[in-house]
């Protein structure tokens, strides 16, 4: 069965090819994904590493390579990979709009470092979060480490601003949330087309924000001059 199964992912891979696939807005993981502890994940990915390097003729024994797999699998449990594991999921600490500001609060220009999980190669860009209270704000701090936490997992930039958005929205009791990320793809830039010029823009709107004049409001703060150098 298994055997039949491979084959015909095999197929599947190659009838999808080079094209951009996305499955839902949720990250595909396995039911036991959290039977074993990040210890244990950590001593397997660094046996596969050094596999995977001793099968391209690498040799291990050389000094600047010896600690490679170690240091490749403790980088994919603790950091580029962190956002897997819901113990990492930041506490989304709310208030009450005991100011009643109503108006669209934005956070700009968060850094966004994350993985293409098509080639496990670097997505690097900006993010910018937008929501209208409803009652309640957020720490300001609290939306980069939403983004940080939905970003540091293997992902596709659609499946990254949905979440960004829908933690959101659950955090703050309201709908009224947006999201835009423009981000370079290593994936696009560094292999295949090699066109090391284009990014990818993808926007996610709930609530006010899918009206016309409140989206365009939101596009309009993106584009102010954010750049504090000289201040």
Same mark, same amino acid.
């Given at each position: 069965?298994?055997? $039949?199964?491979?084959?015909?992912?095999?197929?599947?891979?190659?009838?999808?090819?080079?094209?951009?696939?996305?499955?839902?807005?949720?990250?595909?993981?396995?039911?036991?994904?959290?039977?074993?502890?990040?210890?244990?994940?950590?001593?397997?990915?660094?046996?596969?590493?050094?596999?995977?390097?001793?099968?391209?003729?690498?040799?291990?024994?050389?000094?600047?390579?010896? @600690?490679?797999?170690?240091?490749?699998?403790?980088?994919?449990?603790?950091?580029? #990979?962190?956002?897997?594991?819901?113990?990492?999921?930041?506490?989304?600490?709310? #208030?009450?709009?005991?100011?009643?500001? @109503?108006?669209?609060?934005?956070?700009?220009?968060?850094?966004?470092?994350?993985?293409?999980?098509?080639?496990?190669?670097?997505?690097?860009?900006?993010?910018?979060?937008?929501?209208?209270?409803? &009652?309640?704000?957020?720490?300001?701090?609290?939306?980069?480490?939403?983004?940080?936490? #939905?970003?540091?997992?293997?992902?596709?930039?659609?499946?990254?601003?949905?979440?960004?958005?829908?933690?959101?929205?659950?955090?703050? &009791?309201?709908?009224?949330?947006?999201?835009?990320?423009?981000?370079?793809?290593?994936? $696009?830039?560094?292999? &295949?087309?090699?066109?090391?010029?284009?990014?990818?823009?993808?926007?996610?709107?709930? @609530?006010?924000?899918?009206?016309?004049?409140?989206?365009?409001?939101?596009?309009?703060?993106?584009?102010?001059?954010?750049?504090?150098?000289?201040?």
């Amino acid at each position: 069965m298994f055997e $039949v199964n491979s084959k015909m992912n095999d197929e599947r891979v190659e009838e999808i090819g080079e094209n951009h696939v996305g499955t839902s807005a949720k990250t595909p993981l396995r039911a036991d994904a959290f039977d074993i502890s990040n210890e244990e994940k950590i001593n397997r990915i660094q046996e596969s590493v050094k596999d995977i390097l001793q099968t391209l003729g690498m040799d291990l024994t050389d000094d600047s390579l010896q @600690g490679t797999p170690k240091r490749v699998a403790k980088a994919f449990v603790n950091e580029l #990979f962190m956002g897997l594991d819901p113990a990492n999921k930041p506490k989304a600490s709310t #208030f009450e709009n005991n100011y009643n500001y @109503g108006e669209m609060l934005v956070e700009k220009n968060i850094v966004v470092y994350s993985t293409c999980e098509h080639h496990l190669l670097p997505i690097i860009g900006r993010a910018h979060v937008a929501y209208i209270s409803d &009652g309640k704000v957020i720490g300001l701090s609290k939306m980069n480490r939403i983004v940080e936490y #939905f970003a540091k997992r293997p992902q596709v930039q659609e499946r990254l601003t949905m979440q960004v958005v829908q933690a959101m929205q659950e955090a703050l &009791g309201t709908d009224d949330v947006a999201c835009v990320i423009d981000a370079k793809h290593l994936c $696009v830039n560094s292999r &295949g087309i090699k066109d090391i010029e284009s990014s990818t823009v993808t926007a996610e709107y709930g @609530g006010k924000f899918k009206n016309k004049e409140t989206k365009q409001e939101f596009l309009d703060y993106l584009k102010l001059n954010t750049d504090f150098k000289n201040v």
